[in-house]
């Protein structure tokens, strides 16, 4: 049997490890020591061969967490844990150093799930972006009439429906402009009365007389349409 603490080497050569994507891997190179810290320890056992695979776990769990395009990050942070002596079953430990390693094809394919995953994230973050202005849009009541009108000009009577399914919507509270805001309610009082008052009824034929209120210069609310500001 081998004398207590006494260390005797241990190598391992490009083996390959899975990164955090289990597809593509690091290839790891390991120097290390094992020895014995229990006298009464049995020879029925490899000592060389329980300390590699002690390691190559180790070094496994580490790894797993890391991405081979961060190389360093993953060296170092195996390195911090593999260079303990750490005990083993059958009175054993070891320790070791490892160097890290990443073939072409590895880093091409780890490469090409980065891009992947930043469309996504991207699209994701403009999905939610687009998706938080609806909501400010339905739960706001001026809003929510203009953008209604907008998308069905023909469907004004479905409104009251949309309200009531929208019951209890919260805000999404985002910077608004009070002169937008005037615009908005000026347009739709004027378009709720267009759209409920016959022209019979108001005394003016639609296609030769002027709207009274459109008389005179046009105001700046005018000149912008609310509806052209919201699109």
């Known amino acids: 049997m081998a004398g207590v603490g006494t260390a005797y080497p241990l190598v391992l050569r490009d083996e390959r490890t899975a990164s955090l994507i289990t597809s593509v891997s690091f290839t790891v190179r390991l120097n290390g020591g094992w020895r014995w810290t229990d006298s009464g320890s049995s020879d029925n056992q490899v000592p060389v061969v329980l300390a ?11 790894l797993r967490r890391h991405s081979v395009l961060d190389l360093e990050a993953a060296q170092d942070a195996a390195n911090a844990v593999l260079m303990r ?11 070791g150093a490892m160097q890290l390693d990443v073939p072409a094809r590895d880093r091409a ?9 930043q469309a996504a994230d991207l699209e994701h973050e403009e999905e939610m972006q687009r998706l938080a202005r609806l909501q400010r849009v339905l739960a706001d009541p001026d809003l929510r ?3 209604w009108t907008a998308q069905f000009p023909d469907r004004f009577t479905g409104l ?15 910077p608004e402009s009070d002169d937008l805001r005037g615009d908005i309610r000026r347009f739709t009082d004027r378009l709720v009365t267009a759209l409920h008052t016959p022209p019979a009824a108001r005394g003016l034929p639609p296609s030769t007389h002027p709207d009274p209120e459109r008389s005179g210069p046009p105001r700046a609310a005018d000149r912008c349409c609310p509806l052209a500001r919201l699109t």
């Open 85 to 95: 002596l750490s005990p083993l079953a059958h009175g054993l430990e070891a320790a």
């Open 109 to 117: 394919l780890a490469e090409e799930h980065a891009r992947r995953q």
């Open 160 to 174: 009251d429906a949309l309200t009531d399914a929208l019951q209890g919507l919260p805000v999404q509270h985002a």
């Open 145 to 147: 009439r203009v953008w």
């Open 52 to 62: 590699r695979d002690h390691l190559r776990r180790q070094a496994g769990r580490i």
